[in-house]
């Protein structure tokens, strides 16, 4: 009989256990991408995630066409698909790998599906363990990241991958998929993605080309290097962990033997990944972890709303010109560097005082690598109504953390290019710099670069006033 092998958010045939299974069960193997209604949890998939799917979908077809099987799409519930698809292939099991965010969906999916006679049969391999697996000694859940790490690395190291297949075999026939071009996946004019194929290539073979140049040249470099948004350090694996194109296992395999690099940056590196794992941990503690404060007292919050400054903030325009770089990378690339990511959600929280699920929500429309863990856990991070929070008093200044992790200025004149010909005195302060430089640079201010939008010192004392207020 054949199985039916119901791919999400794994798109990948290396590492992937849910295909392992289906192809021991003996038989051809059909397997299906569907495209439901809504996400629950989160919402629809965002507009740069859809981009990328689309990509990603083609490039899994094409593996699985070299491999003799191929890849089918179907639009609607994923119940009454998975069911019709049983009944036209004559399958009774699903295979899939679980994606932790949907855990009660699933679980709905799955008694549906029992009551059709169809069984479904789930996996482990998005994250490195599985969530709720680590716990105290008590048997609770984390809430502080240092003590999940430490327990994670006891526990030992995650599975080992198991290679891709050779040949996946396929039924005689298969049912009709739909046009991936009818899923409107894709933006419409104006094209605001034609720039992302400047830094990604969606798919398994995208994946590990950069997991290919991150072991061979920069991870010797990791622990300095990955706060710089200027160097080119960290993996930029994110999207393709997001799309499951690549398993931290294989990840966290691939860097065991490196050996021109120092054990502790692989480490670094490795306590990264971790943090992705701690952040679904979190999510399976708090499902609705991107629109409930994790501190209940950040509900009392008085957050100020001015939809002007929120779009500026969106566009770029807010005159620091690091936070203009960083959302103007998120325009560019649908992605952005994580200390800018920091930087840029301190300025809405804590500068403009915008509740932090308001950049949650732009951000998971803006990233490719939009994730419901890790978006969610890193804005409550830096709101500081997080589990493992920086304090809410911790507020960034972002002409220092421009003039620190941005020292010559580099990252702000790639993103920034009304700025690019000024020098890096100024780079991070231009209202500062006299006409003379302005003029020099072609900067007009306030005409073509903004002054500062709102002044730092002010706006750091209204936010602590805001915050003893809920203290
Ligand atoms: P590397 O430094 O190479 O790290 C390797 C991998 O570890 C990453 O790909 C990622 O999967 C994981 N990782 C690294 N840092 C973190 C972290 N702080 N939390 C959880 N996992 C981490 N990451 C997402 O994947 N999706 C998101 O939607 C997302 N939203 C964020 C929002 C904010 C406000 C902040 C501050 C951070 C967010 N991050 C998110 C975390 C981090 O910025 C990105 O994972 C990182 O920038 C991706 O680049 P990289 O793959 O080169 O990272």
């Known amino acids: 009989r054949p199985a039916i092998l119901w791919f999400r958010k794994d798109l990948r045939i290396d590492d992937n256990a849910a295909l392992q299974a289906a192809l021991e069960a003996g038989g051809p193997v059909v397997p299906i991408y ?19 799917l689309h990509h990603s979908l083609i490039s ?50 799955a008694v549906a599906l029992k009551a059709g006679g169809i069984a479904i049969q789930a ?49 005689a026939s298969l049912p009709k998929s739909d046009n991936l071009e009818d899923w409107d996946l894709l933006p419409k004019a104006p094209n605001w993605a034609a720039t992302f194929c400047e830094l990604w290539t969606p798919g398994e073979a995208g994946a590990h080309a950069k997991l290919e140049e991150f072991t061979g040249r920069e991870l010797h470099d990791y622990k300095r290097g990955r706060d710089f948004p200027a160097e080119t350090v960290t993996s930029l694996l994110s999207a393709h962990l997001t799309h499951g194109e690549i398993s931290p296992a294989r990840l966290w395999h691939a860097t065991r033997d490196l050996p021109q690099t120092a054990s502790t940056e692989i480490m670094h590196f490795r306590r990264e990944l971790a943090w992705r794992d701690f952040c679904y941990s979190l999510l399976r503690e708090l499902p609705a972890l991107h629109e409930e404060n994790w501190d209940s007292k950040f509900d009392r919050f008085p957050w100020q709303y001015d939809e002007a400054d929120f779009a500026s903030w969106t566009k770029g325009e807010t005159g620091y010109p690091i936070v203009d770089a960083g959302m103007r990378q ?13 930087i840029t959600a301190s300025f809405l929280i804590k500068d403009l005082m915008i509740d932090w699920r308001k950049g949650e929500r732009w951000f998971r429309d803006t990233l490719v690598d939009a994730d419901p863990a890790n978006n969610s856990a890193n804005w409550q991070w830096v709101a500081g109504s997080g ?16 003039e620190k992790f941005d020292p010559y200025g580099d990252y702000v004149r790639a993103h920034v290019p009304e700025l690019a010909k000024l020098g890096r005195k100024y780079i991070h302060r231009p209202f500062e710099a006299p006409e003379s430089v302005l003029q020099e640079a072609g900067i007009e201010l306030g005409k073509n670069y903004p002054r500062p939008m709102i002044d730092h010192g002010f706006a750091r004392d209204r936010a602590l006033t805001a915050y003893r207020s809920i203290r």
């Open 330 to 342: 998120l325009w560019r690339h649908g992605f952005m560097h994580n200390r800018v990511r920091m």
């Open 34 to 52: 569907i495209r439901e209604p809504a996400h629950v949890n989160v919402g629809p998939l965002g507009a740069a995630q859809s981009w990328w």
């Open 387 to 402: 589990a493992d929070a920086s304090p809410f008093f911790r507020i960034f200044n972002p002409f220092l953390q421009g």
């Open 60 to 109: 899994l077809r094409t593996s699985l066409k070299s491999l003799g099987g191929d890849l089918l799409l179907h639009a609607g519930p994923a119940e009454d698909v998975l069911l019709e698809l049983a009944r036209q292939t004559g399958a009774t099991t699903v295979f899939v790998n679980r994606a932790y965010e949907r855990n009660d969906l699933d679980r709905e999916i």
């Open 123 to 171: 996996f482990h391999g998005q994250l490195l363990h599985e969530p709720g697996s680590i716990r105290t000694g008590s048997g609770s859940a984390f809430k502080v990241f240092t003590p999940f790490w430490n327990a994670m690395q006891k526990r030992g190291e995650p599975h080992e991958p198991v290679p891709a297949p050779r040949a996946i075999p396929s039924p």
